[in-house]
Nanobody
Framework: QVQLVESGGGLVQAGGSLRLSCAASGRTFSTYAMGWFRQAPGKEREFVAAIRWSGDNTYYADSVKGRFTISRDNAKNTVYLQMNSLKPADTAIYYC?????????????????WGQGTQVTVSS
């Protein structure tokens, strides 16, 4: 399994932006589909965004569509989540996840590898 480490979380005011990064170990990163999930206090973890191994196709939860952008740099073994127009409702721990396969994956149980998470707090 690939090892994942997220970074880039923090405290930001509503309307602000953050960029999360997820660095992956291993030489086969370019073969993994990647996803971002989040878990707010007292809530279940939910899907945020996904990207195919090639980076040519992405998918977003309705709640973040038009505000968040997922991308990847296979040469750097890194996937990103650019978050703009942040809202207090975006406050959560954000996790990146990896899975082998050629499609887009939006279910938690489709991802066997997870990072430890990074906290994002949006103040009003």
């Amino acid at each position: 399994q690939v090892q994942l480490v997220e970074s880039g979380g923090g405290l930001v005011q509503a309307g602000g932006s953050l960029r999360l990064s997820c660095a992956a170990s291993g030489r086969t990163f370019s073969t993994y589909a990647m996803g971002w999930f989040r878990q707010a206090p007292g809530k279940e973890r939910e899907f945020v965004a996904a990207i195919r191994w090639s980076g040519d196709n992405t998918y977003y939860a309705d709640s973040v569509k038009g505000r968040f952008t997922i991308s990847r740099d296979n040469a750097k073994n890194t996937v990103y989540l650019q978050m703009n127009s942040l809202k207090p409702a975006d406050t959560a721990i954000y996790y990146c996840a990896a899975t082998s396969g050629t499609s887009l994956y939006i279910r938690e149980n489709e991802y066997p590898s997870w990072g430890q998470g990074t906290q994002v707090t949006v103040s009003s």
